[in-house]
Structure formats: C-alpha cells, structure tokens
C-alpha cells in the first residue's frame, strides 16, 4: 500500500475514473484514501466501480468524494469496534500508526 505523499502544499491527490450508476466520472482522492478503499473491494468481493455506487446512493446532497471517505473511516471503525484503544502511557498503537501511514512527518530540505 501507498501512504500520503506531501508537498509543501500539501497532500497529493490522485485523479481516477469510476462509473457510478453507469456513467463516468472523476474522483480526486489522496492515495491513502485509494489504497483503503481498494483493500475494502477485495476483502468485500465487490468492484470499485460496484461501492462507489452505493456509497452514491446513499449520499443525498453531500459531496460524493467526501462521502467516500466518511465510509472509509466508518468502514474501518466498525471493523476495529472498541478493541486496542487502552493504553496508559500515552497515544495508543493504533493512533502513532495512523499518523505515521496517513500524514508521514515533512521533511524540509
């Protein structure tokens, strides 16, 4: 898998063609958000094209890129329900490896 990638501008986006409900159109996501959302497919057995439909459907009037990503998050919390978040000295295991996969610290040159 790929991690966020920044710039002095911030993160990278990546621009990929999906059908949703049969027509084609562009999503601009971060690779991060692409990488995760390509492992939900295959753990769910369902195409790009196939989830991005439903998270479509579902949506209403909110912005179809963002509600990919709140589908994402929640994907992956309802995954990891209340397990692994207890730790008395300081961040847990899961927070540092979230931000170390998702924003990598900037190195300025």
């Avoid at 439909?53 to 589908?71: C, H, K, P, Y």
């Avoid at 295991?93 to 300025?108: G, N, Q, S, T, Y």
Wanted: include cysteine.
């Amino acid at each position: 898998m790929t991690g966020g990638h920044r710039s002095k501008e911030g993160p990278i986006l990546v621009c990929r063609n999906v059908k949703v409900s049969g027509r084609r159109t562009s999503l601009r996501m971060e690779p991060y958000i692409w990488d995760s959302l390509k492992e939900i497919c295959e753990r769910e057995g369902l195409t790009l094209n196939q989830i991005c439909t439903e998270v479509d459907r579902r949506r209403g009037d909110a912005n179809l890129t963002a509600s990919i990503r709140v589908f994402i998050v929640s994907y992956y919390r309802n995954a990891i329900g209340g397990r692994g978040f207890a730790e008395d000295d300081g961040p847990s295991r899961i927070l540092r490896k979230a931000m170390d996969d998702a924003i990598p610290p900037f190195d300025e040159e």
